[in-house]
């Protein structure tokens, strides 16, 4: 075991390095720049230019540039922020609450709700309920996020009145019921596509359980229904789902990143939008390294809580 988990977290690092390497390159070579802003606004010189640029060791090579911001990063040091001078750290932290909220709200209701259908379908399979949820998990794995959000936006905000158009909260008022009210219509626009693969997996799952022959060799005992489907099929059926979280971060992470840009939701989505635009790179960086080390660590998480329960997967 501690031989599969040395050599998961070797893979996990090796990939971090190549994405950092891929990004930082990326973004550099993009065009524009860190001082396209301030040469923008006329209110700098060439000579100012100039001496920002060396300053922040943008009259460096690339590589050099890539490898001491690398070994900056390994050291605690992310940098500062090209826009405000604070440290990428602490502005990442200042929005990080708000995007964990969003998607944790998001991730309990895709769970409960998506397990739920998932598990019906698969017991009354091709039912008119089935059915509609089959339609409903394409409907909903077909339309962007941003659309649906626009569309939440019009119908309970413009029209209805119900639920407010964006924002964490409102200005002040910090109480907890504001709180919930304002997260309501992100988390379900959020929770919509995950609750449409949860779906679909759970079904699927669900489906290769109950068609096992200790199933059929419990029903044949005589054993309770309701103790064959808790006890055995969906205990089983569930280890499949462990993975299954693991490679939904990613899903999870891209979709808020449009949730919050529908609903200006002050969360790492909006703010990795806002540092794009400023060209901040400490930022930009600080954020994909961090969403690609979340994304990294959840898949390391699934793969080892899987080994456990299942040992020919570490044997492999």
């Known amino acids: ?29 993009a065009p524009g720049g860190p001082l396209s802003q301030f040469a923008v606004s006329g209110q700098m010189t060439q000579e100012d230019l100039d001496r920002v640029t060396r300053q922040l060791g943008l009259d460096r090579p690339l590589p050099i540039q890539y490898l001491d911001w690398f070994g900056r990063m390994l050291k605690g040091d992310w940098g500062r922020s090209y826009r405000d001078g604070e440290t990428v750290l602490s502005v990442i932290s200042s929005h990080l609450g708000a995007t964990l909220e969003l998607m944790a709200t ?55 009145g119900w639920l407010p158009a964006g924002n964490r909260q409102t200005v002040g008022d910090g109480s907890f019921l504001d709180l919930l009210h304002h997260l309501i219509a992100p988390a379900m626009v959020l929770a ?35 103790r064959i489907l808790t006890v055995h099929a969906l205990r089983n059926a569930l280890l499949p789902m ?40 400490p930022v930009v960086m600080g954020i994909l390294m961090f969403s690609a080390t979340m994304v990294l660590i959840g898949s390391l998480l699934a793969d080892i809580l899987y080994a456990v329960v299942d040992p020919r997967i570490r044997v492999g």
């Open 1 to 29: 075991m501690a031989r599969y988990v040395v050599n998961r977290l070797a893979q996990a690092v090796m990939l971090l390095v190549i994405v950092s390497g891929i990004g930082f390159a990326i973004l550099h070579l």
């Open 106 to 160: 998001a991730t309990i209701i895709a769970v409960l709700l998506g397990c739920w259908i998932g598990i019906l379908g698969a017991l009354r399979r091709y039912s008119l309920f089935d059915t509609l949820a089959t339609v409903g998990a394409m409907i909903a794995l077909s339309i962007p996020t941003f659309w649906f959000g626009l569309v939440t936006i019009y119908v309970f905000s413009v029209k209805l």
């Open 192 to 226: 919509l596509v995950e609750t449409a693969m949860w779906g679909r997996f759970m079904r699927s799952s669900m489906l290769e359980v109950i068609n096992q022959d200790y199933i059929r060799t419990a029903r044949a005992k005589g054993m309770p229904e309701w």
């Open 242 to 281: 462990i993975t299954v979280a693991g490679l939904q971060f990613p899903t999870l992470l891209g979709g808020a990143l449009v949730a919050e840009t529908v609903f200006t939701w002050p969360g790492m989505g909006r703010l990795f939008l806002d540092s794009i635009g400023y060209r901040d790179y």
